[in-house]
């Protein structure tokens, strides 16, 4: 079955303690990005790639990192989470179609 | 840059009735438009989407909408809604030759008996 994956799907931590949130997809796409959704914002881009090596800066990437070093995983990591990166996260991928595959969200919640 | 609007927060309907939910669009070209649902504690499933030719768009659920470019909205319906469609409505724009996909704010909707 073609999807994105994400683990985990709930994450409660404390201010300071680095954590990653893994995304997988199995659909040989190129594109993948992490979005955060937050009550009346929708959802906004943090980063970016655009394929292997490749990562780019979206609309929100203070306080985030990400890597791309396998076509089918784009972690999201937050080095220093503070209590303002509590949110839902989302990673997509895509294909050489305009229409983007969402993985099942991450709640994360920092103390 | 691109923008959505999605002027309505909460909409209540109740079963049975019809429900049009609004997106409006800013941006420079026509660009490729989404509408995404999302059920409470669910992630994001893809109800339509608009590339080119008919204006009237036919997606899942039962819902459908139309385009205008005239006025740059994209507005989604459904002609009697079930108690199942409660739930959180995104607007999404991409444009041709992009990739970022931008959201609306989101319509929540809650479906009475």
């Known amino acids: 079955e073609a999807q994105v994956t994400q683990n985990p799907r709930y994450l409660i931590t404390v201010t300071g303690k680095k954590l990653t949130v893994t995304c997988s997809q199995n659909m040989n796409h190129e594109y993948m990005s992490w979005y955060r959704q937050d009550p009346g914002l929708g959802l906004r881009q943090i980063y970016y790639?655009?394929?292997?090596?490749?990562?780019d800066k979206g609309d929100v990437p203070e306080g985030y990192k990400v890597s791309r070093k396998e076509k089918r995983n784009f972690p999201l990591i937050l080095e220093s989470p503070s209590p303002n990166q509590t949110s839902l996260y989302f990673c997509a991928s895509k294909g050489r179609v305009h229409e983007q595959f969402f993985g099942p969200g991450t709640r994360l919640t920092v103390l | 840059a691109q923008s959505v609007t999605q002027p309505d927060i909460h909409i209540t309907v109740s079963e049975g009735a019809s429900l049009e939910l609004r997106c409006n669009y800013s941006y420079g070209a026509t660009p490729y438009l989404f509408w995404y649902v999302q059920s409470p504690g669910q992630g994001l499933q893809l109800l339509l989407k608009y590339f080119s030719g008919d204006t009237l768009v036919q997606g899942i659920k039962g819902f459908e909408a139309e385009f205008k470019r005239s006025q740059s909205s994209f507005n989604l319906r459904k002609p009697s809604v079930h108690w199942s469609d409660a739930a959180e409505y995104f607007c999404?724009?991409?444009?041709?030759?992009?990739?970022?996909?931008?959201f609306g704010a989101g319509t929540t909707v809650t479906v009475r008996a």
């Open positions: 999404a724009v991409v444009g041709v030759n992009d990739y970022k996909l931008s």
């Open positions: 790639s655009m394929n292997v090596e490749v990562t």
